[in-house]
Nanobody, 132 residues
Framework: QVQLVESGGGSVQAGGSLRLSCAGA???????????MAWFRQAPGKEREGVAT????????AYADSVKGRFTISQDNAKNTVYLQMNSLKPEDTAMYYC??????????????????????WGQGTQVTVSS
């Protein structure tokens, strides 16, 4: 049974930093099992949006325009873990952050990585609150 467990959320002031972790369990610690491991976020009253993804099989990444230059996604394949380093946080980054993973290759298609419905596995979420 695949499980994704997030950690690292919290409350910070604008301009601060947080690092989120997502540990996967229940599947082989292989970079080839999951095609993508991504971070999404959802603020109250808003749709879930893709923040960043790691194309775990090829070692590249993609980001939403709103976080480019501020957030960095990285992966440790041996630990089945992805990280999201968030710098220069803004109040508009406040949301519940979710880790998601997909063994299927649809997420590798151009522009598709940020579609929530193509991800098979989700974590329980971790809250990030940024105050002004």
């Amino acid at each position: 049974q695949v499980q994704l467990v997030e950690s690292g959320g919290g409350s910070v002031q604008a301009g601060g930093s947080l690092r989120l972790s997502c540990a996967g369990a229940g599947y082989t610690a292989s970079p080839n099992y999951m095609a993508c491991m991504a971070w999404f976020r959802q603020a109250p009253g808003k749709e879930r949006e893709g923040v960043a993804t790691a194309y775990t099989r090829v070692g590249t990444t993609a980001y939403a325009d709103s976080v480019k230059g501020r957030f960095t996604i990285s992966q440790d394949n041996a630990k089945n873990t992805v990280y999201l380093q968030m710098n220069s946080l803004k109040p508009e980054d406040t949301a519940m952050y979710y880790c998601a993973a997909s063994p299927g290759g649809t997420c590798l298609l151009r522009g598709r990585w940020s579609e929530p419905n193509i991800y098979n596995y989700w974590g329980q979420g971790t809250q990030v609150t940024v105050s002004s």
